[in-house]
């Protein structure tokens, strides 16, 4: 059994996994507040919008219409008495546009029928509009010949009260009609009531931008829900935990790497010895054994504006096993002479491991790490032939760098 488990975890997992739930904080409490924030701002409307409009028939008789403020509702208006405003859109050097107009719309209850503010969007003003010419129709017959020709316009939204701006308009019209100030209002007895429903609108926001909020939240509280699973259930040690488990005897890989993460001091991010190697950065860590460390070199990303202008360079040793179907890992350093003093580091530590980088190299690890690793070993165990009598004078050989 091994003494360093604890949980039934082993000592160097579980110390990599507090590691990185703590690294990964204050991006949980981040995503934390931005989820709550929007469920403030747009959860309710979201939750309306999912169970879906109520049926509300205007010539019903109803009690108490002031109950239905904040409900999404849906109705089939076949009666409009006229428009009291619109919304005009004014562009530099175009025709102005109407993009909304509110209509007066009856509402019937036992005792009378009294008139709420109904706004639709500039597709739905030609159907409201044919609504108001049938309603004067109906309301202009003295012969009783009058018939529906079927107009009608479907609108769903929510029943608010008018802002400022908007009551105003509504006072106005009824004044300029003839009715007194008694009339409007939301007291008992009034006749026009300053509440309006706005077509595709829950709670003063778009249906539309309520639907792609609500895909926003759930896709945070997507993204919440795994960085914290992942936290705590060590899933961003996956590739030590599979190492482990691929090794030939996991129990005394396991016990290995525990001894090596206590006895071996952290370079920076990297902890180096001739048995293994770790890159131990948070959800990044990962874990070679010595021998498998087959290649190294350094590597640079450029990021580029508009793909011509290099605003941000990005450097990182890139370390390659012949263990893994994913055998490149990488370490990310600050510049290059902290890349250059990894590698120096593991040609010292690593001496099997090749270091440097050109096209030939790549092409023969491609093709095969295992077999281009053990030729590396090969050649660099093999005894020195005896050096040959020189017939001229001896030329120094060009120079290659080791480091790229």
Not at 13 to 38: D, H, M, P, Q
Not at 128 to 157: H, I, K, P
Request: proline fraction near 4%; charge should be negative; charged fraction near 25%.
């Amino acid at each position: 059994m091994n003494p360093n488990k604890k949980n039934g975890e082993n000592k160097m997992l579980e110390s990599l996994k507090k590691k990185t739930l703590l690294g990964n904080l204050w991006c949980i409490i981040v995503l934390g507040i931005v989820t709550a924030a929007l469920g403030v701002v747009f959860g309710s409307g979201i939750v309306k919008l999912l169970a879906g409009p109520a049926y509300f028939d205007p010539l019903d008789d109803h009690e108490d219409i002031l109950s239905l403020q904040g409900q999404y509702i849906t109705m089939d208006v076949d009666t409009l008495i006229d428009y009291y405003a619109e919304t005009v859109r004014s562009e530099s050097g175009k025709r102005d546009e109407v993009s909304a107009r509110e209509y007066i719309m009856p509402i019937n209850t036992p005792d009378a029928t009294i008139y709420i503010g109904l706004e639709v969007p500039a597709s739905k003003i030609d159907d409201a509009e044919a609504v108001v010419d049938d309603t004067a129709r109906m309301l202009d017959d003295e012969d009783g010949s009058y018939e529906w020709d079927g107009s009608y316009v479907t609108v769903r939204g929510t029943l608010k009260r008018m802002d400022d701006e908007t009551k105003q308009l509504w006072e106005d019209y009824f004044i300029d009609a003839g009715f007194s100030y008694d009339d409007i209002g939301l007291e008992d007895g009034c006749t026009f009531l300053p509440l309006v429903l706005t077509d595709d609108e829950i709670d003063g926001s778009d249906t539309f931008v309520l639907g792609f909020m609500g895909i926003v939240i759930l896709l945070v509280l997507a993204l919440l829900i795994w960085f914290v699973v992942r936290s705590l259930t060590g899933g961003f040690q996956k590739q030590i935990r599979n190492y482990i488990k691929a090794s030939d005897d996991p129990q005394a890989t396991e016990q290995a790497l525990d001894r090596f993460y206590e006895d071996t001091m952290q370079d920076g991010k990297v902890r180096m010895s001739r048995s293994w190697l770790m890159y131990d950065k948070g959800g990044n860590s990962w874990v070679l054994a010595g021998d498998d460390v087959v290649w190294a070199y350094q590597y640079t990303v450029r990021h580029k504006a508009y793909g011509i202008l290099t605003v941000r360079k990005e450097l990182m040793v890139r370390v390659f096993g012949a263990k893994e179907k994913r055998a490149c890992h990488d370490i990310y350093v600050r510049n290059e002479d902290e890349a250059q003093e990894i590698l120096q580091q593991m040609a010292r530590t690593y001496p099997d491991a090749l270091i440097g980088y050109d096209k030939d190299i790549e092409r023969k690890y491609r093709a095969n790490p295992a077999a281009f690793h053990q030729a590396v070993i090969t050649a660099r165990h093999a005894p020195a032939a005896p050096a040959a009598e020189p017939t001229e004078p001896a030329q120094e050989p060009e120079s290659k760098p080791l480091y790229t």
